[in-house]
């Protein structure tokens, strides 16, 4: 059955389902008002999983067929669960062939960073806690959630590329276990004020063809609505590079892609300063802004993490 078939609107209500043996409920199931959590719902726990009004009925049988079409492939695994496997059926909004593909790319884009598989994730606690990046606590006026790169604090010849990338890679992944986040998408702030020559050298190279392949495989292979990245008070020569790369990406990434010369007056069309930290003409404070029980959530993960690094694509021998 096509999923524009069998698409239907429900208003008012979420669903949440506890499951047992992997099993979709039947669509017609639901649940009484007062059970019904928020959407904001995180989904530490395996079995746990939330649709949106919009999402139903086509949503748990879209997962039921994403569940069968996945144990067809072959020599390959990934963890079952249904509110991880959500997050890939989402970004391709429910389109099964999109999200097989997805989940493809994104465990072949996984192989690049397999040396760093043993690492734990205290073992970036040093980056995160230098705030580098850092998650805000508050979502932006659409309801997206939002990640800040603090560039200067960066030391590139203390923190490697792959060290930032892989520390990122967590961030994201925690971001992306939240139902609401899975559906609004998130959204970038680069904040380059007061970089150096070593920062803005080694974030030049990102602006190689190798570099910018690299993202383009990243953007279409993460699980992930990608909504938009503002660079701010960027160098003219960053932003120039900046530019010329944008001419690489699809035209759909390109558009999502902003340069906000200085002054915080454009950057408050997009974010209000009511979820901003003080250093971006923002209220809060840096420990006010910082979403601290993301970072709880993430810390206490660390076999999950060490576990899922054993899917993916196994020796055909």
């Not at 040093?126 to 606590?137: A, N």
């Not at 276990?177 to 070593?198: P, Y």
């Not at 699980?223 to 160098?235: D, E, I």
Request: aromatic residues 12%; neutral net charge.
């Amino acid at each position: 059955m096509s999923l524009s078939n069998c698409f239907h609107r429900e208003r008012g209500q979420v669903h949440t389902w506890e499951s047992e043996n992997n099993e979709v409920p039947a669509t017609s199931s639901k649940s009484s008002s007062e059970n019904i959590p928020s959407l904001d719902y995180i989904t530490n726990h395996e079995n746990s999983y939330t649709f949106d009004e919009d999402e139903l009925p086509h949503g748990p049988i879209a997962l039921q067929d994403f569940k069968s079409a996945i144990k067809q492939i072959d020599n390959f695994s990934c963890p079952m669960e249904e509110g991880y496997l959500l997050r890939f059926l989402r970004t391709k909004k429910f389109n099964i062939v999109e999200a097989i593909e997805l989940m493809r790319r994104y465990f072949t884009l996984k192989i690049e960073y397999d040396h760093m598989s043993t690492v734990k994730i205290s073992a970036y606690k040093e980056i995160y806690d230098s705030k580098i990046h850092m998650v805000l606590k508050h979502r932006d006026k659409l309801g997206r959630k939002v990640l800040f790169v603090r560039a200067k604090k960066w030391n590139p010849n203390v923190i490697t590329i792959d060290q930032l990338n892989m520390s990122t890679f967590f961030l994201l992944h925690e971001m992306t276990s939240n139902a609401e986040t899975q559906i609004k998408g998130c959204m970038f702030i680069l904040d380059c004020s007061g970089i150096g020559f070593s920062q803005a050298r080694s974030m030049l190279a990102w602006f190689t063809p190798s570099q910018i392949n690299r993202m383009i495989v990243f953007l279409g292979g993460y699980p992930l609505r990608f909504k938009g990245v503002h660079s701010f008070n960027a160098p003219y020569i960053f932003e120039a590079a900046f530019n010329v790369s944008k001419y690489i990406l699809k035209k759909k990434i390109r558009d999502r892609l902003h340069v906000h010369r200085s002054g915080f007056k454009t950057l408050f069309k997009y974010f209000s300063p009511e979820i901003l930290p003080q250093y971006l003409g923002g209220h809060l404070t840096e420990d006010e802004a910082e979403d601290h029980e993301l970072m709880t959530s993430l810390y206490a993960k660390e076999e999950y993490y060490h576990d899922h690094w054993k899917h993916g694509f196994h020796n055909r021998n």
